[in-house]
């Protein structure tokens, strides 16, 4: 079974772009989260969606959104890109197929992520 | 506001030795304790995990540790080796459905 796929691996942006980032998840994982990964705040909570909807999102401004297709696909998008939205931004995925708490028997699988530098 | 405390941020042992890292969480609703490992260029892989009615739960050389009374849960390495260097997170999934909380990460340096 192919693992969670993120495209692209690398990105260089300059500031006030605008980015989009995609992820696959594992067949049949109908969540799909998003983490951002920094050296100096480690990974953080982006958001999470199941089912087309969000259902939890982390602190980050605005200018970070996302959203789910009707077969789990995954995009994030980045707006009015600043030079700290320089990190790797990892996608996860996981079974969840009763919409609840993320579980032992339901964990989260990372993709191998996008790294973006803003220049 | 940090829930999960993870120590120490780095770790280096030598090849054969044990290798220890320590998490400390404050909330008690989680439903497990996931623990992760990151190699550079790749995302975080899925090592090992516990649910917290049990204190220990062991997987050929790794091994967490979990304490409930303390809220503390740790990865054990036995037999480290230098393949096992690599980035270690401890979790704990917070604030429902899907959203984890990560430790800080231990850098792990096995030398030969």
């Known amino acids: 079974k192919a693992g969670v796929t993120q495209t692209p691996r690398y990105l260089i942006k300059t500031r006030g772009q605008q980015v989009t980032l995609s992820c696959s998840p594992i067949?049949?994982?109908?969540?799909v989260s998003w983490y951002q990964q920094t050296p100096g705040q480690g990974l953080q909570f982006l958001f999470e969606?199941?089912?087309?909807?969000?259902?939890n999102k982390g602190n980050f401004p605005g200018r970070f959104s996302g959203r789910q297709f009707s077969n789990s696909r995954s995009e994030m998008n980045v707006s009015t890109l600043e030079l700290g939205d320089s990190a790797l931004y990892l996608c996860?995925?996981?079974?969840?197929?009763?919409?609840?708490?993320?579980?032992?028997?339901?964990?989260?699988?990372f993709g191998n992520g996008t790294r973006l530098t803003v220049t | 506001q940090q829930q999960v405390k993870q120590s120490p941020q780095s770790l280096i042992v030598q090849k054969g030795g044990i290798s220890i890292i320590n998490c400390a969480y404050e909330?008690?609703?989680?439903?497990?304790f996931p623990w992760y490992q990151q190699f550079p260029g790749k995302g975080p892989a899925l090592l090992i995990a516990?649910?917290?009615?049990?204190s220990e739960k062991k997987e050929g050389r790794f091994t967490i540790s979990f304490n409930k009374s303390a809220k503390q849960f740790s990865l054990h390495i036995m037999d480290s080796q230098p393949g096992d260097s690599a980035t270690y997170f401890c979790?704990?999934?917070?604030?429902?459905?899907?959203?984890?909380?990560f430790g800080t990460g231990t850098k792990l340096q096995v030398i030969p």
């Open positions: 969606y199941f089912s087309e909807t969000q259902r």
């Open positions: 067949s049949g994982h109908r969540s």
């Open positions: 909330n008690t609703a989680f439903d497990y």
């Open positions: 996860a995925s996981s079974l969840d197929n009763r919409g609840l708490r993320s579980s032992y028997n339901s964990p989260l699988h």
């Open positions: 516990i649910r917290p009615d049990v």
């Open positions: 979790a704990a999934p917070k604030g429902g459905y899907q959203k984890v909380t």
